[in-house]
């Protein structure tokens, strides 16, 4: 998901769309960096001490080792800190003029899963919200000419779609047009409604209790909104790593069982003070934040529907990747790997475990073994983000600059 300018489309738009077949082999690379791990709002400021309490003490012990139990490296030394009380920190700043908010904390509740959704890991194991039907999935996942329809045009730059099964509608983002808001989509009456507005926020993900989480730009944190009221609660823990804020919040994936990952860029940063480089965190359901990589502007991440993989995309210049980890049970990663040699702003996933991914206003469908399947679309504009929704889940969605789309796909996906 990168910053784009809007524009202006046609009122109405149908794009006929031939897919092609090609092969491209996966590419396995070296291990991550080292993890490091930071709980709580003012954290330790570099280093290995651990710093309990409210304010900064002095520690002495230092943290475990990352491997697999935090992954992002192999062997290398993951340094913790515990700041004082749930982690609220100090919301600064905001996206287009809008004001820094304070909100009144929120503790995230773990819900009672465990129920099988297909997999053998069960719920608490796959993103929230995601649930397959009976497979297996074959066949190929477009239809063989696909046809982009634009749902809603006279839009600021769109963003962050999630399908949230229960309100039977599709939520995203729309930002750098005030004032930002979150909207709400229903395909049955073709509805679309403002469900929170003057904020900034990018991404969007469904938790366990089938609550909104966003990438917050504006506040460089993870917030959450109720997707009946627009309610705003902060996130615990999310504000900041090793004592840093973050640079600007990008987007989320949350997994069953309240483990949090989201990237974090510096798109739409302007030039406050972050982390100092460009990375991808994990945020425990006890408020632990993990840094499990770094790279050239990470992403979108996703999980694969049997809830082995963490995919994440990066769209920088040069040496841009699809980055895979192993997810172990703790929600911790193993070893990362070069997946793909692909730039991409978006990420989606259907129930073959096949990844699709945009740039340049095209998108590409990939398998879980690396293999080219598809390529379709011409959207001049820019995609901005993919999500798989629909009452059967057989509906890709489109945002980007101006506008929502969207297209029928084969194979049934995931809602983020």
Not at 121 to 141: I, K, Q, Y
Request: glycine share 18%; proline share 9%.
């Amino acid at each position: 998901m990168t910053f784009v300018r809007p524009f202006a489309p046609a009122r109405c738009l149908v794009l006929a769309l031939l897919a092609s077949a090609a092969a491209c082999a996966a590419k396995d690379g070296g291990g991550g960096s080292p993890s490091d791990t930071s709980r709580g709002g003012a954290g330790g400021s570099g280093g290995k001490p651990a710093v309990t309490g409210g304010a900064a003490g002095n520690g002495d012990s230092s943290g475990g080792s990352g491997g697999a139990g935090h992954g992002g490296g192999s062997g290398g030394n993951s340094t913790t800190a515990t700041g004082g009380g749930a982690g609220t920190g100090d919301p600064s700043g905001g996206t287009g003029g809008s004001d820094a908010q304070t909100l009144p904390e929120t503790a995230p509740t773990d819900s009672a899963i465990g129920n099988e959704v297909g997999s053998p890991a069960g719920a608490g194991l796959l993103a929230a919200g995601a649930a397959c039907p009976p497979g297996p999935f074959s066949g190929p996942p477009l239809p063989a000419n696909p046809v982009v329809t634009m749902v809603k045009g006279g839009l600021g730059v769109t963003e962050g779609p999630v399908w949230l099964a229960r309100h039977k509608a599709l939520y995203f983002s729309e930002f750098e047009k005030p004032p930002g808001r979150i909207y709400k989509y229903t395909p049955a009456d073709k509805m679309l409604t403002v469900i929170a507005e003057n904020i900034g926020v990018n991404g969007l993900a469904i938790d366990a209790q089938g609550m909104l989480v966003a990438a917050s730009q504006d506040m460089r944190r993870l917030t959450r909104f109720d997707p009946t009221s627009g309610q705003r609660t902060p996130v615990p823990g999310s504000d900041s790593f090793m004592g840093k804020p973050f640079n600007a919040v990008n987007d989320v994936i949350v997994r069953g069982d309240g483990n949090m990952y989201f990237t974090d860029p510096t798109f739409l940063n302007e030039g406050r003070p972050g982390q100092g480089v460009t990375a991808y965190y994990r945020l425990s359901p006890a408020g632990e934040v993990t840094r499990l990589g770094t790279g050239p502007q990470p992403n979108s991440p996703g999980i694969s529907p049997d809830g082995k993989w963490l995919y994440v995309t990066s769209s920088g210049d040069g040496n841009a990747k699809v980055w895979r980890h192993p997810l172990n049970a703790d929600g911790s990663v193993g070893p990362r790997t070069d997946f793909l040699s692909v730039r991409s702003e978006s990420l989606a996933i259907d129930c073959a475990g096949n990844l699709y991914l945009s740039a340049a206003g095209k998108m590409m469908v990939y398998s879980e073994a690396g293999m080219l399947l598809s390529t379709f679309g011409n959207i001049p504009a820019g995609i901005t983000n993919l999500a798989i929704g629909g009452e059967d889940a057989k509906m890709l969605y489109i945002t980007a600059r101006g506008a929502l789309y969207e297209t029928p796909i084969n194979i049934p996906g995931l809602p983020f």
